[in-house]
Antibody, heavy 117, light 108 residues
Framework: QVQLQESGPGLVKPSETLSLTCTVS????????WSWIRQPAGKGLEWIGR???????NYNPSLKSRVTMSVDTSKNQFSLKLSSVTAADTAVYYC???????????WGQGTLVTVSS | DIQMTQSPSSLSASVGDRVTITCRAS??????LNWYQQKPGKAPKLLIY???SLQSGVPSRFSGSGSGTDFTLTISSLQPEDFATYYC??????????FGQGTKVEIK
């Protein structure tokens, strides 16, 4: 059974860079697309972007200027960096796998990132 | 961006009721529409993909229909474990995938 686990700091200062890693277990990171999705408290879901196992990326245009994703196939991990964060970036961040057709079958449990000084 | 609008935003229903949730896309998305269920503190769970395909393991009381711009998720007989928030998501445009704002199904 494929499992995803997010990790990273739970508190980030305004203007700094949010960094999260998703570790995939129970299956290979190869041959799939891997996304980051976030959800502010009490609000809906926002797709941040995705990366393929070969490293090609698609980013949400609304966040594109601040987002960088990377993949490390040797560690079965992929990562998110979001720069110049503000309080509006406070959210639960999920990593998820899609099969290339855009639906998300496997999700991490989510990690809360708070932006505050 | 393709905007996804769900209605209603919330509804109250009783166990055994038939529940229908609507999702409308701002442009045609063929059948590139997926439905998720989310319970408090949990990650979303895929219910329906490609508008009408039931994900393995999901009870058959859940069904999806529609194409183009108008889609529906139907729960034929609401069960206690179905009280949750439901989201639609379009996967038509890889420039950006978008979710509806959610529909909260509450106990009447």
């Amino acid at each position: 059974q494929v499992q995803l686990q997010e990790s990273g700091p739970g508190l980030v200062k305004p203007s700094e860079t949010l960094s999260l890693t998703c570790t995939v277990s129970g299956g290979s990171i190869s041959s799939y697309y891997w996304s980051w999705i976030r959800q502010p408290a009490g609000k809906g879901l926002e797709w941040i972007g995705r990366i393929s196992s070969s490293g090609s990326t698609n980013y949400n245009p609304s966040l594109k200027s601040r987002v960088t994703m990377s993949v490390d196939t040797s560690k079965n991990q992929f990562s998110l960096k979001l720069s110049s964060v503000t309080a509006a970036d406070t959210a639960v961040y999920y990593c998820a796998r899609d099969n290339g057709s855009g639906w998300f079958l496997y999700w991490g449990q989510g990690t809360l990132v708070t932006v505050s000084s | 961006d393709i905007q996804m609008t769900q209605s209603p935003s919330s509804l109250s229903a009783s166990v055994g009721d038939r529940v229908t949730i609507t999702c409308r896309a701002s442009q045609s998305i063929s059948t590139y529409l997926n439905w998720y269920q989310q319970k408090p503190g949990k990650a979303p769970k895929l219910l329906i993909y490609a508008a009408s395909s039931l994900q393995s393991g999901v009870p058959s009381r859940f069904s999806g229909s529609g194409s183009g711009t108008d889609f529906t998720l139907t729960i034929s007989s609401l069960q206690p474990e179905d009280f949750a928030t439901y989201y639609c998501q379009q996967s038509y445009s890889t420039l950006t995938w978008t979710f509806g704002q959610g529909t909260k199904v509450e106990i009447k």
